[in-house]
């Protein structure tokens, strides 16, 4: 099994709680999410079309896609529409002001 490595994805200020957004670590389009003081981080592509979760409209922990309202839990990537299509999750730490997401194979760095 390939070793993680943390990487940063936002300011731990930069989102309230109950709040989302995209963001962007080692290659990958993520999604972060606030929900009751903890962060987390899933894939930001819905397994449905594809369309960016950073859009869409999170209820505690259930996000729902922008585009065709399905719906999934941040905690664990749960799909609640389709059981059968979870989302990524990725493991979380926060530490000096930052969010990290932890990414196994992440694209080197450009420049
Ligand atoms: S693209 Fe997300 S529900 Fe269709």
């Given at each position: 099994m390939l070793n993680p490595t943390f990487l940063p994805v936002a300011p731990v200020d930069s989102l309230a709680d109950g709040a989302c957004r995209s963001v962007e670590a080692g290659g990958r389009r993520l999604l972060l999410a606030k929900v009751e003081g903890r962060f987390y981080v899933t894939e930001?592509?819905?397994?449905?079309?594809?369309?960016?979760?950073?859009g869409g409209f999170l209820q505690g922990c259930e996000i729902f896609c922008p585009l065709h309202g399905w719906s999934f839990d941040?905690?664990?990537?749960?799909?609640?529409?389709?059981?059968?299509k979870p989302l990524r999750t990725y493991r979380t730490e926060v530490r000096d002001g930052q969010v990290w997401a932890a990414i196994t194979n992440p694209e080197p760095a450009a420049g």
């Open positions: 930001d592509a819905c397994p449905h079309r594809g369309a960016s979760l950073g941040v905690t664990h990537g749960t799909g609640l529409t389709r059981p059968d």
